[in-house]
């Protein structure tokens, strides 16, 4: 399989997840957000089905998987009792398991963003028949960074509204943060229209709209993805980490309504 028809796979994946059927389930759960020690952390298991084999499992069938390899390895499963005590377990783990379960479903959709990231740049590299290795894994990730390409280290930024765009930073020390967006855009839309609005502000919510449409999209069950105008940014700048910084620096300017 190409890299274009992984793409297209992994997208049509991301666009078959109930993402308003989990949220209004696990909203209110909670009850596990204690940093986890690292024999719990799922980045391995996650990268090992959606990057490594690309077996696009739906959240039930890996997180079940995963529970299964905690409770089978001794040294995580004494990692797990340890952690537990924390908690009142009534339930011979249905009341934990619930809030370890939630607490993995933000990790899961995060990581699959990312992933996202990978998954388009690796085909944009092969379209532009550019010549660069790709190397996302837990290792990586466990340090803050999400894809390394030569020399440069990524890291992708979740940006909720256009005044955190404005405030935001395209690099942090040796690593250039990938801002993306998920901006209520009903909201932006009522916004920008609004007799209340002043006429400025109006004008920076459509011109947030603008920047968000050529960036990002967004697929029917309301995933955000990284658009390919984007990407292509990223890409044709590989060579000059500095003017990738100043594209990205350019494209916060644009999400915050100032450019």
């Not at 308003?20 to 990268?47: A, C, G, H, M, T």
């Not at 990407?231 to 916060?252: C, D, G, H, P, S």
């Amino acid at each position: 399989m190409n890299s274009y028809e992984n793409l297209l796979k992994y997208r049509n994946f991301l666009a078959s997840i109930p993402l308003q059927e989990y949220r209004e389930k696990l909203k209110n759960v909670k009850w596990v957000e204690q940093d986890l020690p690292e024999l719990l952390l799922p980045q391995e298991s996650i990268f090992k089905y959606y990057w490594e084999e690309k077996s696009f499992l739906d959240f039930e069938n890996w997180f079940e998987n995963f529970w299964e390899e905690l409770n089978s390895n001794q040294d995580k499963l004494n990692e797990m009792k340890k952690f537990k005590k924390y908690y009142f377990d009534k339930n011979n783990d249905g009341w934990f398991k619930l809030g370890f379960k939630a607490r993995m479903y933000r990790t899961w959709t995060a990581m699959l963003t990312q992933l996202d990231f990978c998954y388009m740049l690796a085909y944009l590299l092969d379209k532009h028949k550019k010549i660069f290795k790709i190397i996302c894994n837990a290792e990586l990730d466990k340090k803050g960074i999400d894809l390394k390409i030569a020399n440069i280290e990524f890291a992708v930024s979740k940006l909720s509204h256009r005044k955190e765009a404005r405030s935001a930073s395209a690099s942090r020390r040796n690593r250039i943060n990938i801002p993306y967006a998920v901006f209520n855009i009903e909201e932006y839309e009522r916004l920008s229209q609004s007799s209340r609005v002043k006429p400025e502000n109006q004008e920076k919510y459509k011109k947030s709209l603008n920047a968000y449409q050529k960036y990002f999209e967004i697929l029917n069950n309301g995933f955000v993805v990284f658009s390919e105008y984007y990407m292509e940014q990223i890409v044709n700048n590989l060579e000059n980490a500095e003017r990738l910084k100043e594209f990205i620096e350019k494209m916060l300017r644009e999400l915050s309504g100032e450019f």
